[in-house]
């Protein structure tokens, strides 16, 4: 069974910065596309970014864009969120997932998921 472990999450100030990590239990996923969503109480999940397996192609959703970046270390199996010039409305539960390939990732239809990570930030 596959896992995915994310890390990172926390309280901080609007402002803030914050670096979130997704570790997968296989070396297997270097080759796999990743990303990452959220989800605030009462919403709906968001796509928040994605990355192809070597890292060429990016994704973001336009909420994050110009203020959070995603990166990969293949050597680690980990996957990393740079969350930058946080805002509160980015208060929620961070997910990772991974999957065969940037379109299902961003489409949540990932073949797997972590647990998530809550991110809250305060004003």
């Known amino acids: 069974q596959v896992q995915l472990v994310e890390s990172g999450g926390g309280l901080v100030q609007a402002g803030s910065s914050l670096r979130l990590s997704c570790a997968a239990s296989?070396?297997?996923?270097?080759?796999?596309?990743m990303g990452w969503f959220r989800q605030a109480p009462g919403e709906e999940r968001e796509f928040v970014a994605a990355?192809?397996?070597?890292?060429?192609?990016?994704y973001y959703g336009d909420s994050v864009k110009g203020r959070f970046t995603i990166s990969r270390d293949n050597a680690k199996n980990t996957v990393f969120l740079q969350m930058n010039s946080l805002k509160p409305e980015d208060t929620a539960v961070y997910y990772c997932?991974?999957?065969?390939?940037?379109?299902?990732?961003?489409?949540?239809?990932?073949?797997?998921w972590g647990q998530g990570t809550q991110v809250t930030v305060s004003s």
């Open positions: 997932a991974a999957g065969s390939s940037t379109v299902r990732v961003r489409s949540a239809g990932a073949e797997y």
């Open positions: 296989e070396r297997t996923f270097s080759r796999n596309a």
């Open positions: 990355i192809n397996w070597n890292g060429d192609s990016r």
